[in-house]
């Protein structure tokens, strides 16, 4: 069993910067790829960043390529976002998500989810 509790959500403007964490409670926090999905009002969830176990393999879909960093401290049982050059249309509710498969596979399966924190860019 892995809980996720987000934090470090809030407002920034456009072209600010937020860095998002994700602190971990469970034994087996290092064995889990983990990951960051986003869902904005009416829109559906969409994937944000993927991160290997051992955090030697990331992945991240075109529109964040650049912009976002996804990392992990396995001794902290923490893994975070660095979100950089912030758009309105990245506002939405960020997830932290933890699988037991790999940086992209997460994409499709998921076993734990955080609860969310809130991101709005103000333009």
């Known amino acids: 069993q892995v809980r996720l509790v987000e934090s470090g959500g809030g407002l920034v403007r456009t072209g600010g910067s937020l860095r998002l964490s994700c602190a971990a409670s469970?034994?087996?926090?290092?064995?889990?790829?983990m990951g960051w999905f986003r869902q904005a009002p009416g829109k559906e969830r969409e994937f944000v960043a993927g991160?290997?176990?051992?955090?030697?393999?990331?992945y991240y879909p075109g529109f964040v390529k650049g912009r976002f960093t996804i990392s992990r401290d396995n001794a902290k049982n923490t893994v975070y976002l660095q979100m950089n050059s912030l758009k309105p249309e990245d506002t939405a509710i960020y997830y932290c998500?933890?699988?037991?498969?790999?940086?992209?596979?997460?994409?499709?399966?998921?076993?734990?989810w955080g609860q969310g924190t809130q991101v709005t860019v103000s333009s």
């Open positions: 998500a933890a699988s037991s498969t790999s940086s992209t596979e997460i994409r499709g399966h998921v076993d734990y």
């Open positions: 991160l290997s176990w051992s955090g030697g393999i990331t």
């Open positions: 469970g034994r087996t926090f290092s064995a889990y790829a």
